[in-house]
């Protein structure tokens, strides 16, 4: 069995790379061109091929950027212009890493894919091969790979299941290693400088302002475009008030941008589309453990699914989830059962 080891140039996925030769696989490197006039294309193909001469493995480059500027940055603006806040990491995941890209090894003459998230793939009693979340939790990706399907992780292998991101740079110089890309990747992949506004004025015909009011209808100032503005928002609104005003909603019909004081930012609950299940629901626990954001622990939830749509009911005090973003579905032992793209709070 050949495995190929996706590779972006960064220190993770090479050391897949080696963890996966060392183990004694059978193994090629294969990086996915996704951006387009990338100035770093040559130095990370030139510096990839040159490491993979010294592990000895053959190498791979394939142009895949019209099919992730189709899949990945074209629904990226257009949700921002719905007024939605996107995740491109959780969508490029199934369409390209684990879609294009993963069809693409598959003609290289590969039979499954290596990458380096920082998740866990544990055979379960009940439920067979699940993800499960990494042994780093600060790293922890799983969140990010909740809407693939589970047919598509049992292809799929993670080496760094197990390994610590601080330790990730010494055992790649151990092996005489340095990754092309040393440093971080940027927050969004194809955003100049993480600069999304910026980016969002140059892409697309972006709405303009509106009003910006209470939930009482008190319009107490204007927005410069909903795209602009997230849900939790207190930073930028430009309103002078008596209290700290956060950005509660968004009235996509009325363009107008919905405000308040904190405590207007908990919300009982929240229904996802675009549902992945990686455990049928029927299997499910009746209490789940619900993340609707990377960076948040998750939450013991309540649930309902009518073969479409998850509603979350939250048992305890929840931050208002943010349409477009992820609700990842865990268990209390980490394994992912499912996700979903939030659409709405309750």
């Not at 997230?230 to 930028?236: H, I, K, L």
């Not at 299997?283 to 622990?297: A, G, S």
């Not at 998750?298 to 973003?325: C, N, V």
């Amino acid at each position: 069995m050949t495995i190929a080891v996706a590779v972006s140039g960064g220190m993770d996925s090479l050391l897949s790379l080696v963890l996966m030769k060392e183990q004694g696989h059978d193994v090629m490197a294969v990086h996915g061109h996704f951006l387009p006039e990338n100035p770093d294309w040559e130095r990370v193909t030139n510096g990839l091929t040159e490491a993979c001469k010294v592990l000895g493995v053959p190498f791979h480059a394939v142009d895949l950027h019209h099919q992730f500027d189709e899949l990945v940055v074209a629904p990226f603006v257009r949700d921002y212009r719905a007024g939605l806040t996107p995740n491109p990491c959780a969508l490029c995941n199934p369409l390209m890493k684990f879609g294009i890209l993963f069809d693409a090894i598959c003609e290289l003459g590969a039979d499954s894919i290596a990458t380096g998230h920082y998740v866990s793939m544990e055979d379960r009693p009940d439920t067979g091969r699940m993800l499960v979340r990494g042994a780093d939790l600060s790293k922890d990706q799983s969140y990010f790979l909740s809407l693939v399907s589970i047919d598509k992780l049992r292809h799929a292998w993670f080496p760094l299941a197990t390994t610590l991101k601080k330790d990730v740079l010494a055992i790649l110089d151990a092996h005489g290693l340095t990754p092309p890309i040393p440093s971080e990747s940027q927050e969004i992949c194809f955003v100049p400088r993480d600069d999304y506004q910026a980016f969002l004025l140059e892409h697309g015909d972006m709405p303009g302002p509106g009003p910006v009011r209470l939930a009482d209808g008190t319009v107490v100032g204007r927005h410069q475009g909903l795209w602009r503005h997230t849900q939790g928002q207190r930073r930028g609104l430009g309103i002078a008030w008596k209290e700290a005003l956060y950005v509660i909603d968004k009235d996509i019909p009325n363009n107008a941008l919905v405000v308040g004081p904190k405590n207007e930012l908990e919300s009982p609950g929240c229904v996802a589309g675009q549902v992945n299940l990686m455990v049928e629901p029927t299997q499910w626990p009746e209490t789940v453990m619900l993340q609707t954001r990377y960076r948040q622990r998750a939450k013991p939830s309540h649930y309902a699914y009518d073969g479409e749509k998850l509603t979350f009911h939250f048992i305890e005090p929840h931050t208002r989830p943010t349409p477009g973003q992820v609700a990842a579905v865990y268990d209390e032992s980490g394994a992912v059962l499912g996700g979903g793209v939030i659409e709405r709070s309750l």
